[in-house]
């Protein structure tokens, strides 16, 4: 999250919304480099390109842990998020996911926040909503309402496609207390590496974020899981 100035697929998550499977080996990593890293819409290292991994764990029950970290350009360059929820089966093919989220920013400790989500899968949509008492830099509750849909459009070919709504307790842009942002974004894997490009815009000005750290953009990224 960047200060209100501010690959998907590849690094393991959209809009910073984590969901962890279980799996027959527990515990799991992932590596990325990626060309921006775009958080809900806002690019968090100036348009530059971002490293990226973290670890997770997954019990067989549905529990998960994990942390996963990237570099950004801004409170000293690194954002460390913590990480842990619950996922199961309400009914044949609709799956839930209930957690938490915290993101660390060491060394600007006023930026850090936590936030609380829960969401319903079916048939490759997804539905969540995360809420934050205090946002980042302490600009008070927050809500973001997402709505993310996969499909393989032919062997080998993933496309993603992602709404999400950010509601803010008082206005940080502008005078703009709410935006809107889309990403449309194809997957596919190479000799066990995943390759990934995504299109993501906002309905953010320039001159509402005072930068062009919300403008249209397309990041390209690859990603190694272990």
Same mark, same amino acid.
């Given at each position: 999250?960047?200060?209100?100035?501010?690959?998907?697929?590849?690094?393991?998550?959209?809009?910073?919304?984590?969901?962890?499977?279980?799996?027959?080996?527990?515990?799991?990593?992932?590596?990325?480099?990626?060309?921006?890293?775009?958080?809900?819409?806002?690019?968090?290292?100036?348009?530059?390109?971002?490293?990226?991994?973290?670890?997770?764990?997954?019990?067989?029950?549905?529990?998960?842990?994990?942390?996963?970290?990237?570099?950004?350009?801004?409170?000293?360059?690194?954002?460390?998020?913590?990480?842990?929820?619950?996922?199961?089966?309400?009914?044949?093919?609709?799956?839930?996911?209930?957690?938490?989220?915290?993101?660390?920013?060491?060394? %600007?400790?006023?930026?850090?926040?936590?936030?609380?989500? %829960?969401?319903?899968?079916?048939?490759?949509?997804?539905?969540?909503? %995360?809420?934050?008492?205090?946002?980042?830099?302490?600009?008070?509750?927050?809500?973001?309402?997402?709505?993310?849909?996969?499909?393989?459009?032919?062997?080998?070919?993933?496309?993603?496609?992602?709404?999400?709504?950010?509601?803010?307790?008082?206005?940080?842009?502008?005078?703009?207390?709410?935006?809107?942002?889309?990403?449309?974004?194809?997957?596919?894997?190479?000799?066990?590496?995943?390759?990934?490009?995504?299109?993501?815009?906002?309905?953010?000005?320039?001159?509402?974020?005072?930068?062009?750290?919300?403008?249209?953009?397309?990041?390209?990224?690859?990603?190694?899981?272990?």
């Amino acid at each position: 999250m960047k200060k209100f100035t501010n690959t998907l697929l590849a690094a393991g998550f959209v809009a910073g919304a984590f969901t962890v499977q279980a799996q027959e080996n527990p515990i799991s990593a992932n590596f990325a480099l990626t060309t921006d890293y775009i958080y809900r819409g806002i690019s968090q290292t100036s348009g530059g390109p971002a490293l990226q991994g973290g670890f997770d764990y997954a019990h067989e029950s549905g529990f998960y842990v994990g942390t996963w970290a990237s570099s950004i350009t801004f409170d000293d360059a690194i954002e460390i998020d913590y990480y842990g929820g619950f996922t199961g089966s309400l009914t044949d093919g609709l799956e839930y996911d209930i957690g938490f989220l915290y993101y660390d920013y060491p060394g %600007a400790s006023n930026d850090d926040f936590l936030e609380f989500y %829960a969401g319903l899968t079916y048939a490759g949509l997804t539905g969540k909503v %995360a809420r934050s008492n205090d946002f980042f830099g302490g600009s008070g509750e927050a809500y973001y309402y997402s709505l993310d849909y996969g499909v393989s459009i032919m062997e080998g070919l993933e496309l993603g496609l992602h709404y999400g709504y950010s509601d803010f307790d008082q206005e940080v842009f502008g005078t703009k207390d709410s935006y809107t942002d889309f990403v449309v974004s194809l997957g596919t894997s190479v000799a066990g590496v995943d390759l990934s490009v995504a299109w993501t815009d906002t309905t953010l000005s320039s001159s509402d974020c005072g930068s062009s750290d919300c403008d249209s953009t397309i990041t390209f990224a690859v990603a190694k899981s272990f």
